[in-house]
């Protein structure tokens, strides 16, 4: 079969072996993938010819052989283990939920990991009902995910991207504002405080943004896309009693969690219309560089998914 795997100057189709499915996986054929900046970072740290492969979505072709999760023929969004980008793959139940035919390959596949990442950041915040929540790479998948899933929760939503061109949609999805890092004013920059800080950036865009947290407040980091070191001020815990900070680890997480009840809730909240699943764009994994330059650039408004 065929799979996307490591190369030189980026992904690469090349024949691997078939999967050879264990007693408690299923056999999924995979109609689309989404691609995450998680990927992109292994891409470089990898050797060439090494798989890749979180998001997907396909027809399950062989039931588990133990009895445990859907019959053949049942469509799937699926989080796979790092070996996703291929035509078929092997996949726990526990990490597959059934999608309705209402729900189309794309989306289906752009759900695993921003929806996850999301919706266990929010469990982490707590309660959001009337709170104050500020989402810093508000522009990307898990970032527009989070604007409507707390929106829809009650809370009182803040974005900020890092380009006006990143603030597309978002008012729409449930953000009441949507600044850039680089703001002048300082009503945006140093702004209203806030309950809840949810932030993938890191670096100098978290430490700015910690400053408006109040006492009691929380924060939940779940990425450092900047890639630089944390500084936060002398008094950053003096001065927020009461404060609460987490770290959050999608893979890290999975290791304590069985996340096939969680993705059967996103779905439901897609079909059901409470949960855009964001798709910046759609391409065929024939030609994956047009789509992955975009997202390397930050030029990708939500997921990018790639059709085989």
Do not use: C
């Not at 090349?14 to 989404?34: C, K, T």
């Not at 998948?141 to 929760?153: F, K």
């Not at 309950?195 to 430490?207: A, F, K």
């Not at 450092?224 to 001065?239: M, P």
């Amino acid at each position: 079969m065929k799979a996307l795997v490591t190369g030189a100057s980026g992904p690469r189709l090349e024949s691997v072996a078939e999967p050879r499915p264990r007693p408690d996986q299923a056999l999924v054929e995979v109609r689309a993938i989404a691609v995450n900046r998680g990927e992109l970072a292994l891409m470089g740290q990898l050797p060439a010819g090494s798989r890749l492969g979180w998001d997907v979505a396909g027809t399950v072709l062989r039931a588990a052989a133990d009895g445990s999760g859907p019959p053949a023929g049942t469509r799937v969004t699926a989080l796979a283990d790092r070996d996703g980008w291929a035509e078929r793959v092997a996949v726990s139940p526990t990490r597959l939920a059934p999608v309705p035919d209402s729900v189309d390959w794309p989306a289906a596949a752009a759900l695993p990991v921003a929806g996850l990442t999301a919706l266990y950041a929010l469990e982490y915040a707590g309660v959001l009902l009337g709170r104050t929540v500020l989402v810093t790479g508000a522009g990307g998948g898990v970032g527009r995910t989070l604007v409507q899933l707390a929106a829809a929760a009650g809370a009182d939503v803040l974005a900020q991207v890092g380009s006006p061109g990143r603030a597309e949609g978002l008012r729409a999805l449930g953000a009441r504002s949507v600044t850039t890092y680089d703001e002048t004013d300082a009503d945006a920059v140093n702004g209203e405080p806030v309950d809840v800080l949810l932030d993938s950036s890191g670096g100098q865009v978290l430490n700015r943004a910690f400053r408006r947290l109040r006492p009691g407040g929380t924060l939940v980091a779940y990425g450092n896309t900047a890639r630089e070191e944390l500084r936060l001020t002398v008094d950053w815990g003096h001065a927020r009693p009461g404060l609460h900070i987490r770290y959050l680890h999608l893979f890290d997480e999975l290791t304590r969690r069985t996340p096939a009840g969680d993705l059967t809730a996103l779905v439901r909240l897609v079909t059901t219309g409470r949960l855009a699943p964001q798709l910046a764009s759609v391409g065929s994994w024939i030609d994956p560089g047009p789509a992955l330059d975009a997202l390397r650039d930050r030029k990708a408004n939500g997921k990018v998914v790639l059709t085989l």
